[in-house]
C-alpha cells in the first residue's frame, strides 16, 4: 500500500542521499541539489542557493501533504549532505562532503577551516530547521567524506566515510592512528552537542516602600536582596538506535566550486 509520494525539487538536479525518521512519523531527507528554487521555508537557516550544488534538509510531515522545515545547507563550491540522524527532541545530525572553502560552521567547532581538497563535515540543526548549533569540517589534507552518522542515548555524534588523507584528524591510543594507504575507512565520535544558552538580560530590583516600625516595637533590618533561580534543559537522544542549571544570586544583575566536477560520493563507493 502506498502511503504517499512526492517530488522534492527546483529546475534543477536534485538527489536524496539519506533519510531518517522521528517517533511522530516526521521524515528528515538529506542529498543535493542545484536548483536555484529548491523548495525551501520562510525562517529557514539558509533559504538562498550557495552555488555549485548545495545539500539541502528537508523536514516532511506525517502524511507527506507539507514541509515542516527545508533548508540549503552549503558554500560556494560543491556540497553533499549524504547521511543524516534524528533525536527525539527533533534536532538533525547530518554528514556529508563539501569543497567549499565558506561552508557554514559554528564558532568554537573542532575545525572551522577547510582541510584540503574535499572534507567530510558534520552538522547538527535545532527542530526549527533556523539555526545551527553545531558545524564542523572534518578533514585533512586529501579528501575525506561522510558517509553516515548515529547517535546514542547521551547525545554523542558518531560519523564514518572514507579518506586518503595521511593528516585526517585522529586521538591518542585510538585504534589506529596512520593510513593504511589508498582511502581508508574512518569512525570518529564527538561529544554531546548542546545549543550555549542565551545570556539572561539584567534583573532589576524594585524597592518596596517599608512601613515604619511600631513606636512599641525593636528596631527592625529590612533586606530587599534578590534571588532568581532558572533552569535549561536540553535532552538529545537518538530516534535511530533513539544538561539543568540553576543559579541563585544576592543582588544580581544578571551568536569554487570545485573544479566544475560532480561528485556522487555514495554512489560511487557504494
Known amino acids: 500500500e502506498l502511503i504517499y509520494s512526492t517530488y522534492l525539487g527546483g529546475s534543477g538536479d536534485d538527489e536524496g542521499s539519506g533519510i531518517a525518521v522521528d517517533y511522530a ?3 528528515y531527507l538529506t542529498g543535493l541539489t542545484a536548483s536555484t528554487n529548491f523548495p525551501t521555508t520562510p525562517g529557514a537557516f539558509q533559504t ?6 548545495d545539500a539541502y534538509m528537508t523536514k516532511l ?4 501533504t507539507a514541509l515542516i522545515y527545508s533548508t540549503y545547507l552549503g558554500g560556494s563550491g560543491f556540497d553533499q549532505g549524504v547521511g543524516i540522524a534524528v533525536d527525539s527532541s527533533g534536532d538533525a545530525y547530518l554528514t556529508g562532503g563539501t569543497n567549499s572553502t565558506d561552508f557554514p560552521t559554528t564558532a568554537g567547532a573542532f575545525q572551522t577551516t577547510s582541510g584540503g581538497d574535499f572534507d567530510a563535515f558534520m552538522t547538527k540543526l535545532n527542530p526549527t530547521g533556523s539555526a545551527l548549533i553545531y558545524s564542523t569540517y572534518l578533514g585533512g589534507s586529501g579528501t575525506d567524506v561522510g558517509l553516515g552518522i548515529a547517535v546514542d542515548s547521551s547525545g554523542d555524534a558518531y560519523l564514518t566515510g572514507r579518506t586518503n588523507s595521511t593528516d585526517f584528524p585522529t586521538t591518542a591510543d585510538a585504534f589506529q592512528t596512520t593510513s593504511g594507504g589508498g582511502f581508508d575507512a574512518f569512525v570518529t565520535k564527538f561529544a554531546t552537542i548542546t545549543p550555549t544558552p542565551t545570556p539572561r538580560p539584567p534583573l532589576h530590583k524594585k524597592h518596596k ?3 515604619p516600625a511600631p513606636a512599641n516595637s525593636a ?4 533586606t530587599d536582596d534578590a534571588a532568581v533561580t532558572g533552569h535549561i534543559k536540553s535532552d538529545p537522544h537518538t ?5 539543568s ?5 544576592n543582588r544580581a544583575h544578571h551568536k569554487q566550486r570545485h573544479h566544475k566536477h560532480r561528485y556522487r560520493w555514495h554512489h560511487r563507493y557504494e
Open 25 to 27: 512519523g516526521n521524515a
Open 48 to 53: 538562498t542557493f550557495g552555488g555549485g550544488f
Open 61 to 64: 510531515n506525517p502524511t507527506g
Open 209 to 211: 516602600k517599608h512601613k
Open 219 to 222: 528596631l527592625g533590618s529590612n
Open 239 to 243: 530516534s535511530s538506535m533513539s544538561t
Open 245 to 249: 542549571s540553576s543559579s541563585t544570586h
